[in-house]
């Protein structure tokens, strides 16, 4: 059992992105065009922007449906093909496979393939775009749930992995160790000895007290002892 990662959904981040795509893609193409094609009327010229820009913004536009997913820190070490997340979103959070997102390096190679074919299939040069500059993730890391989460889970956390009955039979003698065996013998180990602990510490407790007890009564017998003899001192002539 381990703590799934939250994710929060940033709309104004994603808003934001296709915003400044869209505006400086739709700069970038309709003054290259103009520039190489002056003597075409000006609605020749915007279809034909517009096939080159169009294929791109709906590119854009499904990443952002999607959602471009912020990979985790380093020290979590994630098997992202089978990793679960909880994604909040409008303030309710579900699971959702992490595959199910893009990251940012699939995104870019989405587009910039997608851009590459448009190029190869006109005769007309274009530009060169930095698509990353435009492709924020906008599935965000929440650290701070995430911990809460964990913690969590540590407190559930049993100190003791594997339930055997009275009297079962855990290995045979000379019959291989495999994972499971070992975490149970480990965990009957750490019972065996806190247990061992435990019962110590009582004994040592018994003890204390029994000498604590002992003392005192010897104490309180010295006492009457001698105050008896110095009675019997007085009483005699």
Do not use: C, W
């Amino acid at each position: 059992k381990y703590a799934k990662p939250y994710f929060m959904y940033n709309i104004e981040l994603s808003e934001k992105s296709k915003t400044n795509f869209e505006h400086d893609i739709n700069m970038l193409i309709n003054s290259h065009i103009k520039e190489r094609h002056q003597l075409v009327n000006n609605s020749k010229l915007e279809q034909y922007a517009d096939s080159i820009k169009k294929p791109l913004f709906l590119i854009f536009q499904e990443f952002y449906d999607k959602g471009i997913i912020e990979l985790l820190p380093e020290n979590y070490a994630p098997d992202y093909e089978k990793l679960n997340i909880f994604l909040i979103k409008d303030n309710i959070a579900e699971v959702k496979a992490f595959s199910s997102f893009y990251t940012q390096k699939e995104a870019y190679e989405t587009i910039n393939k997608a851009y590459e074919n448009i190029k190869n299939k006109n005769t007309t040069a274009f530009p060169s775009i930095d698509f990353t500059e435009y492709i924020k993730s906008n599935i965000i890391f929440d650290v701070e749930m995430t911990s809460k989460s964990k913690e969590q889970l540590l407190k559930e956390v049993s100190p003791v992995r594997g339930m055997i009955q009275a009297g079962e039979r855990i290995i045979y003698q000379g019959q291989l160790i495999n994972d499971d065996k070992f975490r149970i013998l480990t965990s009957l180990k750490k019972e065996y000895l806190s247990e061992r602990g435990s019962s110590g510490d009582k004994y040592i407790l018994f003890t204390g007290q029994f000498v604590l007890a002992g003392s005192i009564f010897a104490i309180l017998f010295l006492y009457f002892f001698f105050y008896h003899f110095q009675q019997e001192l007085k009483v005699q002539p």
